[in-house]
């Protein structure tokens, strides 16, 4: 026993936890657990904030044997590709068993964080009946629940600090579950129901912003009028984060005079999106909070035109994260590049979701952002066409990169100036960029790009790919260089078997692998199957109800369509349904 | 990917006949500058494995002109909902016991719409005087002159901007019976009609 560890025997267990206190993120709290099986245990029973980044990689029972003292538990379900429609409905990650096990368990449950899962009525309502000090619900890109579980979330929560809805499919029983929160609730700091389609109870809604004087944070839906908003800015001028509703009204009217000078008072505000539904000339109200803004997203305001929207722009000086529609067009890029110095996060989403028609952004939006934005670290960038240069020129701009996804509305475009792949612009990203962690590729794609991902990507953790390579290579060089990899996800690439079963220890060392429209056969993931018994691997048939056309006739030289497999402790899930086989 | 797909891909990207051409402008406006290239849902349906998404590709005969590929972009499909305008607007009609609503997203055409506000209030019928549009309730012998409120919370005149413009900018339709708008023929409405609220 080294002279180090008899030294740190002596120091009683209560220390240990106190300067475990210090240690915060996830990542740093597992490095600790594994020094040795005294700090394991301490860790263990004092870790209260726990992240599993796929529901199916563990189970509840294990959840809550390891750490009993758990107050604050985030949870991811399906994979990032299931977002586009690629996972048929009903694939999973229900939420339910997790709260069922925690209520058993008489946890202390304080926080729940979800991505990507199911959430029914029935599992809110029984998370807020179990958890007395229950005081933040965040739910991200969920579905599967109704107002009416919002009602019991809003009813039995005394204590509730946050409710969050972010992006969520929600069907909206038009019932009053904003009147559902007690006269006695005061506790609410952040409320987000801007996912909501239908109409929430205004002068319940007034009457709850008023009695929260703790309120920071109100994201309002559609069906929230511009009176409406004037009125509760009136009551809450301490938010920092305002999502408006409609924002449509007449110019000349009183109501619009009376938000305007509401605004002025809102001093504190820095965070600023909605405009669902909005009336260019009734922008001018938020001039007087543009100046101390530092997030803005206007991605979900397609009737703001641009010369409006450069307007607005040249008023925040002190933006840091801008969400923004592709009809900003270059020419407001360059605006947000002389105006945006500030700017760490820029995300251009195209006003035709559909990908029909022409987008107003190209290379030259982005090179114009690169070269007058020097914090830049973060982009999300879907454009008409790129060129090589340009990227090289934005690689050399900007080497703090950490996120960089490039979508091009035609999947496969080459370079619009000389026709040649994009090889070697994202080569140059990845060659720059150091500290990439995220990064997405489109546009005309070889293998040779993914040679120089293998060898410039050091730190990456997740690789989004599509229509791109030419070969099993193209796959090997990934799998052999990013040595970080954690999420791999591949559709319509030529990517085999080869490829797949080349080092399946790897897929080990990451959470997951999705492979959709590819070249692996069924023989090939039942080979990776048996040989690695700790991954699920996943064969998802497009028919829901697996028979005929599914798997039945599938022999073990077909292709198979969608794979998704990753790691876990607990072995085949329990709850897959029919179309959904565990090989 | 597959030979067959990349060589559908990219003889649909420089051939340059476009089938549809959908854009926002003024029918009858500027064609798409040269170089622009086209959204790559006018390829030829790819059949890059069915999908379960009725939105998309139809599983069964494939129209030759409009065809998409199973999530590309890579759009969620809540920022896709929401995106996608549901023109709902009111419709109110001077002396009618309560309002409706249609959704005008339904319809290609000023004749269409007024034709569902026919079916919609039975008493009404269009009549065609002289090329204008009027509505008519025939037993009563009221004329109504239809009008719309705008973004801007001007009231409009149905009819004077091309139809694509109008469902962009009515926020709500209102049947003013013809007696209350005496004094603007429909030639001089272009002011609008401005209503207290």
Same mark, same amino acid.
């Given at each position: 026993?080294?002279?180090?560890?008899?030294?740190?025997?002596?120091?009683?267990?209560?220390?240990?936890?106190?300067?475990?206190?210090?240690? &915060?993120?996830?990542?740093?709290?597992?490095? #600790?657990?594994?020094?040795?099986?005294?700090? /394991?245990?301490?860790?263990?029973?004092?870790?209260?904030?726990?992240?599993?980044?796929?529901? /199916?990689?563990?189970?509840?029972?294990? @959840?809550?044997?390891?750490?009993?003292?758990?107050?604050?538990?985030?949870?991811?379900?399906?994979?990032?590709?299931?977002?586009?429609?690629?996972?048929?409905?009903?694939?999973?990650?229900?939420?339910?068993?997790?709260?069922?096990?925690?209520?058993?368990?008489?946890?202390? *449950?304080?926080?729940? $964080?979800?991505?990507?899962? =199911?959430?029914?009525?029935?599992?809110?309502?029984?998370?807020?009946?179990?958890?007395?000090?229950?005081?933040?619900?965040?739910?991200?890109?969920?579905?599967?629940?109704?107002?009416?579980?919002?009602?019991?979330?809003?009813?039995?929560?005394?204590? @509730?600090?946050?409710?969050?809805?972010?992006?969520?499919?929600?069907?909206?029983?038009?019932?009053?579950?904003?009147?559902?929160?007690?006269?006695?609730?005061?506790?609410? =700091?952040?409320?987000?129901?801007?996912? *909501?389609?239908?109409? =929430?109870?205004?002068?319940?809604?007034?009457?709850?912003?008023?009695?929260?004087?703790?309120?920071?944070?109100? $994201?309002?839906?559609?069906?929230?009028?511009?009176?409406?908003?004037?009125?509760?800015?009136?009551?809450?001028?301490?938010?920092?984060?305002?999502? &408006?509703?409609?924002? &449509?009204?007449?110019?000349?009217?009183?109501?619009?005079?009376? @938000?305007?000078?509401?605004?002025?008072?809102?001093?504190?505000?820095?965070?600023?999106?909605?405009?669902?539904?909005?009336?260019?000339?009734?922008?001018?109200?938020?001039?007087?909070?543009?100046?101390?803004?530092?997030?803005?997203?206007?991605?979900?305001?397609?009737?703001?035109?641009?010369?409006?929207?450069?307007?607005?722009?040249?008023?925040?000086?002190?933006?840091?994260?801008?969400?923004?529609?592709?009809?900003?067009?270059?020419?407001?890029?360059?605006?947000?590049?002389?105006?945006?110095?500030?700017?760490?996060?820029?995300?251009?989403?195209?006003?035709?979701?559909?990908?029909?028609?022409?987008?107003?952004?190209?290379?030259?939006?982005?090179?114009?952002?690169?070269?007058?934005?020097?914090?830049?670290?973060?982009?999300? /960038?879907?454009?008409?066409?790129?060129?090589?240069?340009? *990227?090289?020129?934005?690689?050399?701009?900007?080497?703090?990169?950490?996120?960089?996804? *490039?979508?091009?509305?035609?999947?496969?475009?080459?370079?619009?100036?000389?026709?040649?792949?994009?090889?070697?612009?994202?080569?140059?990203?990845?060659?720059?960029?150091?500290?990439?962690?995220?990064?997405?590729?489109?546009?005309?794609?070889?293998?040779?790009?993914?040679?120089?991902?293998?060898?410039?990507?050091?730190?990456?953790?997740?690789?989004?790919?599509?229509?791109?390579?030419?070969?099993?290579?193209?796959?090997?060089?990934?799998?052999?260089?990013?040595?970080?990899?954690?999420?791999?996800?591949?559709?319509?690439?030529?990517?085999?078997?080869?490829?797949?079963?080349?080092?399946?220890?790897? /897929?080990?060392?990451?959470?997951?692998?999705?492979?959709?429209?590819?070249? #692996?056969?069924?023989?090939?993931?039942?080979?990776?199957?048996?040989?690695?018994?700790?991954?699920? #691997?996943?064969?998802?048939?497009?028919?829901?109800?697996?028979?005929?056309?599914?798997?039945?006739?599938?022999?073990?030289?077909?292709?198979?369509?969608?794979?998704?497999?990753?790691? &876990?402790?607990?072995?085949?899930?329990?709850?897959?349904?029919?179309?959904?086989?565990?090989? | 990917?597959?030979?067959?797909?990349?060589?559908?891909?990219?003889?649909?990207?420089?051939?340059?006949?476009?089938?549809? !051409?959908?854009?926002?402008?003024?029918?009858?406006? +500027?064609?798409?500058?040269?170089?622009?290239?086209?959204?790559?849902? !006018?390829?030829?349906?790819?059949?890059?494995?069915?999908?379960? !998404?009725?939105?998309?590709?139809?599983?069964?005969?494939?129209?030759?002109?409009?065809?998409?590929?199973?999530?590309?972009?890579?759009?969620?499909?809540?920022?896709?909902?929401?995106?996608?305008?549901?023109?709902?607007?009111?419709? +109110?009609?001077?002396? +009618?016991?309560?309002?409706?609503?249609?959704?005008?997203?339904?319809?290609?055409?000023?004749?269409?719409?007024? +034709?569902?506000?026919? !079916?919609?209030?039975?008493?009404?019928?269009?009549?065609?005087?002289?090329?204008?549009?009027?509505?008519?309730?025939?037993?009563?012998?009221?004329?109504?002159?239809?009008?719309?409120?705008?973004?801007?919370?001007?009231?409009?005149?149905?009819?004077?901007?091309?139809?694509?413009?109008?469902?962009?900018?009515?926020?709500?339709?209102?049947?003013?019976?013809?007696?209350?708008?005496?004094?603007?023929?429909?030639?001089?409405?272009?002011?609008?009609?401005?209503?207290?609220?």
């Amino acid at each position: 026993m080294c002279l180090s560890q008899s030294v740190m025997n002596y120091f009683p267990e209560e220390v240990l936890e106190h300067v475990f206190d210090f240690v &915060t993120s996830h990542r740093d709290r597992n490095a #600790v657990s594994l020094v040795c099986k005294s700090w /394991y245990n301490v860790e263990k029973f004092s870790r209260e904030k726990v992240f599993i980044g796929n529901c /199916y990689a563990v189970n509840p029972e294990r @959840l809550i044997a390891r750490f009993p003292r758990l107050r604050s538990l985030s949870l991811k379900g399906k994979p990032h590709f299931a977002d586009f429609n690629l996972m048929p409905h009903d694939w999973g990650g229900h939420v339910y068993p997790w709260i069922e096990a925690m209520s058993k368990s008489r946890i202390n *449950l304080e926080e729940l $964080r979800l991505k990507r899962m =199911v959430v029914s009525d029935e599992s809110l309502e029984l998370l807020a009946k179990s958890f007395p000090n229950f005081k933040s619900l965040v739910l991200v890109t969920c579905e599967g629940y109704t107002t009416d579980g919002l009602a019991a979330i809003a009813s039995n929560c005394k204590f @509730l600090r946050e409710l969050d809805l972010q992006e969520n499919e929600v069907d909206d029983r038009k019932g009053h579950w904003l009147s559902c929160f007690p006269e006695s609730c005061t506790s609410l =700091v952040s409320l987000n129901f801007s996912c *909501l389609k239908g109409e =929430v109870n205004v002068a319940a809604l007034e009457r709850l912003v008023a009695r929260c004087r703790n309120l920071r944070s109100l $994201r309002l839906n559609h069906a929230v009028p511009l009176e409406v908003l004037q009125k509760i800015l009136v009551h809450a001028p301490q938010l920092n984060d305002l999502g &408006t509703g409609s924002f &449509t009204h007449d110019p000349n009217s009183e109501t619009y005079v009376k @938000l305007k000078n509401a605004m002025k008072n809102c001093h504190s505000i820095r965070s600023f999106s909605g405009f669902l539904d909005v009336n260019g000339r009734c922008l001018p109200a938020v001039y007087p909070i543009c100046a101390s803004l530092t997030a803005l997203n206007l991605s979900y305001a397609p009737g703001i035109f641009s010369n409006e929207l450069a307007k607005l722009i040249r008023h925040c000086k002190k933006i840091e994260r801008l969400w923004i529609l592709d009809t900003i067009g270059d020419k407001g890029l360059g605006v947000v590049a002389n105006t945006c110095k500030e700017l760490q996060e820029l995300r251009v989403f195209p006003s035709d979701p559909y990908g029909v028609g022409n987008a107003a952004v190209t290379e030259e939006g982005l090179v114009a952002i690169s070269a007058g934005c020097p914090k830049l670290n973060s982009i999300l /960038y879907f454009c008409q066409q790129m060129t090589n240069a340009a *990227l090289i020129t934005v690689a050399k701009n900007c080497p703090n990169f950490i996120r960089f996804r *490039l979508c091009t509305l035609n999947p496969i475009v080459p370079d619009a100036a000389t026709n040649q792949p994009l090889d070697e612009g994202f080569g140059a990203i990845v060659q720059s960029c150091k500290g990439l962690t995220r990064l997405s590729v489109s546009g005309l794609l070889t293998d040779q790009v993914f040679l120089y991902i293998g060898m410039y990507a050091e730190r990456l953790e997740m690789l989004s790919i599509a229509f791109a390579g030419d070969s099993d290579k193209g796959m090997l060089y990934v799998l052999n260089g990013c040595k970080k990899l954690k999420k791999l996800e591949i559709r319509d690439s030529p990517f085999g078997n080869m490829a797949l079963l080349s080092d399946m220890g790897k /897929y080990e060392t990451m959470r997951s692998l999705w492979m959709s429209s590819c070249q #692996v056969t069924l023989g090939a993931c039942k080979t990776l199957a048996e040989k690695m018994p700790r991954l699920n #691997v996943e064969i998802i048939s497009e028919n829901e109800g697996g028979a005929g056309e599914g798997e039945a006739s599938l022999d073990d030289r077909d292709r198979v369509e969608k794979m998704y497999l990753y790691r &876990t402790l607990v072995g085949p899930r329990t709850d897959a349904p029919d179309f959904v086989r565990t090989l | 990917m597959s030979t067959e797909i990349r060589s559908i891909l990219s003889e649909m990207e420089f051939s340059g006949c476009l089938k549809t !051409d959908l854009t926002l402008g003024l029918p009858g406006g +500027a064609p798409p500058k040269p170089g622009s290239k086209r959204g790559f849902s !006018d390829m030829v349906d790819l059949k890059l494995g069915a999908s379960c !998404d009725h939105d998309e590709v139809s599983v069964s005969t494939p129209p030759p002109t409009k065809a998409q590929v199973v999530g590309w972009p890579p759009v969620r499909s809540y920022r896709k909902n929401m995106m996608k305008s549901c023109k709902y607007v009111k419709v +109110a009609v001077d002396g +009618a016991p309560y309002l409706r609503k249609v959704d005008l997203e339904m319809y290609s055409s000023y004749q269409q719409l007024l +034709a569902a506000l026919e !079916d919609m209030f039975t008493c009404l019928t269009i009549c065609n005087v002289m090329n204008e549009r009027k509505i008519m309730d025939t037993a009563n012998g009221i004329e109504y002159v239809p009008t719309y409120e705008d973004r801007d919370g001007d009231w409009m005149l149905v009819g004077d901007v091309p139809w694509n413009m109008f469902v962009e900018t009515c926020k709500r339709v209102r049947l003013m019976k013809s007696s209350e708008a005496i004094g603007l023929s429909p030639k001089t409405a272009s002011n609008g009609l401005s209503m207290n609220r």
